[in-house]
């Protein structure tokens, strides 16, 4: 059986350049390009705002003692938003070269010493981090859509939260946790260990904040 590949497949997308903007902290209203030849879907800048605010209620505040996680960083909207708040560190992980050198590049731009950019595969770096018993306060989760990395990176999670931690995760559909008691034995076991702490929709983007139970 050939093992699943876990490298994000980025579909071109039309259309004219794009580009995001830090919304809090630091590097507030600082534009971030996005890629255009490799069709990145960066997280809004409402939908972001909403998030970090659910984020700050959780953690009131502290960003300076929080160590994140970008699995899957794209355009870096996430990972450099919660570096300009003030994260003790982000760690921002993608495959494909172009986006590293853009974060790269990007980070250099902003002095950003709290950010360390890796080229590598997001979920061997999560067992990596498992193995080596390092653990993070935030984990973010946008991946690609349809190619079910929540599925694979939620139990990862599990293990790499420090106690309290949270996980943003993006999709393209909600993710199903049960509605109703009787509801929960059909809740797939990936999202048995977590609870919903917020959820919303943006209109094709289902954005969750997530901690274990």
Avoid at 115 to 122: C, P, S, T
Avoid at 129 to 154: E, M, T
Avoid at 177 to 182: G, R, S, V
Wanted: glycine content about 8%.
């Amino acid at each position: 059986m050939q093992k699943k590949k876990s490298a994000p497949n980025y579909a071109r997308r039309p259309g004219p350049p794009q580009q995001v903007r830090i919304i809090g902290g630091a590097w507030k209203r600082t534009p971030l390009p996005v890629l255009d030849a490799l069709g990145l879907r960066p997280t809004p800048d409402r939908v972001r705002e909403t998030v970090f605010n659910w984020i700050n209620h959780q953690m009131t505040g502290d960003w300076d003692r929080a160590d994140c996680l970008d699995l899957f960083a794209g355009s870096g909207a996430l990972g450099f938003e919660a570096a300009s708040r003030g994260a003790r560190s982000v760690t921002m992980i993608d495959t494909v070269g172009p986006v590293v050198r853009q974060l790269e590049l990007i980070k250099d731009k902003l002095k950003a010493d709290n950010v360390r950019v890796l080229r590598a595969d997001a979920l061997a770096v999560a067992r990596d981090f498992i193995q080596r018993g390092q653990r993070v306060d935030v984990i973010f989760l946008d991946p690609p859509y349809q190619q079910d990395f929540l599925v694979q990176a939620l139990p990862l999670c599990a293990q790499l939260l420090n106690e309290g931690g949270l996980v943003y995760a993006e999709s393209g559909e909600r993710l199903p946790f049960a509605e109703t008691d009787e509801a929960a034995e059909d809740v797939p076991e990936w999202l048995q260990p977590w609870q919903l702490v917020r959820a919303d929709k943006a209109g094709m983007v289902h954005y969750h904040l997530l901690k274990l139970r």
